[in-house]
């Protein structure tokens, strides 16, 4: 991952820079010397290019990120010959598999081992069976002694392929990063010194940028459901059309709330709770969204020179319900509603996406019904994914005398803000 080797060269390049200064100021207690201090600044200034690379790279994979990844004829091939039945019966009775299920399942347990995920027993079920594109594939002719041209079936989804595709975090642009292994650093821009006006003869500032580090490690999501006996005697599709539906569900709403709200710990780091993102307070005890309000969240990023990329608003359907009956001038005629029938999907002129992830129980003042509010380039938001699936059959002395198994299934994930200025916030918003 090309990603992964600036990374690695950029702590390459720190550790030279670390190495110079304890030798001077530590180990010998004197100034840095001036061959040092020229390396220094040689090693700076390629960090600096390498910062500019990352971003560079995080761009483009925030383009290349709204598309699933397209398989090879070849591994689309293995991959909808692999039967999850199968995969879930021999966890039930403890028998072996062949074939291309033991391939799939041998490839979960490799990818998983390169991402550092570590299994506590189950199976793991590798990303190309749980993340997919989903193609229809038709077959014209055939003799009547061709055993496959008029028998090739439209391809399987992807296990999860509902969650990735349901995540409104994704849909508003986000920068996803799939494949990953071990912890990935990302250098972050906090804030900068703008350069200040000066005389003809007099010295220059130094821009100091403050800078920082996002680190995406993989936190576990987890989901559960109950399956009977029964359903592991049906057929590959009955089965994946239920774990599909229930699991997709739980573990989108999940991750959706963290994306916006989660503290970082066994989660990963929303907008809401990321220093240095713009704040527009409505009042005191919160206040009803105004269009001023929306466009002071434009401001306050205008206002740090962020006003670039994939800008876009999000909130929940309760302020969504409250936009589309305030005008814009409550005083004026003719101003229309905030959001329109006629154009239910902007606001401001930018693109806007709901999820009930997005809180409205947050508490302002004497109100706890608050909502929040986001806009931002929602490119400057980074997902990162460990992995593929990892399925656990669990039957207790519960379970047994009801015919039932649980499947606990287990991916791993992370996200974070990598440009605060990029984004602002309010969070006292009253849709009711």
């Avoid at 299994?119 to 594109?133: D, Q």
């Avoid at 193609?135 to 055939?142: E, N, Q, S, V």
């Avoid at 239920?242 to 997709?248: E, F, G």
Wanted: glycine share 12%; no cysteine.
């Amino acid at each position: 991952m090309k990603l992964k080797q600036l990374q690695e060269k950029r702590g390459s390049l720190n550790k030279q820079i670390r190495d110079i200064i304890d030798t001077a100021t530590v180990n010998e207690a004197r100034s840095l010397t001036a061959d040092e201090s020229t390396k220094l600044e040689g090693l700076e200034a390629e960090i600096n290019q390498i910062d500019q690379t990352i971003h560079a790279e995080m761009r483009q994979m925030a383009r290349e990120s709204q598309n699933q990844p397209v398989l090879s004829q070849n591994v689309n091939r293995d991959v909808n010959r692999f039967d999850l039945g199968i995969a879930l019966r021999s966890l039930a009775n403890g028998s072996a598999v062949d074939g291309i299920v033991a391939e799939m399942l041998k490839e979960g347990e490799r990818e998983a081992r390169s991402a550092g995920v570590v299994s506590n027993g189950g199976i793991m079920l590798p990303s190309m069976i749980t993340r997919r594109e989903r193609r229809d594939i038709t077959a014209t002719g055939g003799s009547a002694g061709d055993q496959g041209g008029n028998t090739i079936a439209t391809e399987k989804r992807g296990l999860l392929d509902d969650f990735f595709a349901g995540s409104v975090m994704r849909s508003l642009g986000a920068t996803v990063l799939e494949g990953l292994t071990g912890n990935l650093d990302l250098p972050r821009l906090i804030a900068g010194t703008a350069a200040a006006k000066k005389g003809e003869s007099a010295s220059a500032d130094e821009v100091s940028p403050t800078t920082g580090m996002l680190s995406l490690t993989p936190k576990r999501l987890p989901a559960f459901i109950d399956i009977s006996q029964q359903l592991l005697l049906q057929s590959s599709s009955a089965i994946e059309a239920m774990v599909r539906m229930h699991l997709t569900n739980q573990m989108l709403a999940t991750q959706e709330a963290a994306f916006f709200h989660g503290g970082g710990t066994s989660e990963a780091n929303g907008i809401a709770g990321t220093a240095g993102i713009g704040s527009v307070a409505g009042g005191t005890n919160g206040l009803a969204p105004t269009f001023a309000n929306l466009i002071a969240l434009e401001t306050a990023v205008d206002t740090n020179n962020a006003l670039g990329g994939n800008l876009k608003y999000a909130s929940n359907g309760q302020i969504r319900g409250k936009l589309k009956t305030t005008l814009k001038n409550p005083t004026g005629t003719d101003s229309g509603f905030i959001l329109s029938d006629s154009n239910p999907g902007v606001i401001n002129g930018y693109g806007a996406g709901f999820t009930n992830a997005i809180s409205r129980t947050l508490t302002k003042g004497t109100s706890s019904l608050a909502s929040a509010i986001f806009f931002g380039n929602f490119s400057d938001y980074v997902v990162g994914y460990w992995g593929g699936l990892q399925l656990e059959l669990i039957r207790d002395s519960a379970n047994a005398k009801l015919g039932l198994y649980t499947l606990v299934a287990n991916t791993y994930y992370d996200g974070g803000v990598v440009r605060p200025k990029s984004f602002s916030a309010t969070l006292d918003a009253l849709g009711a």
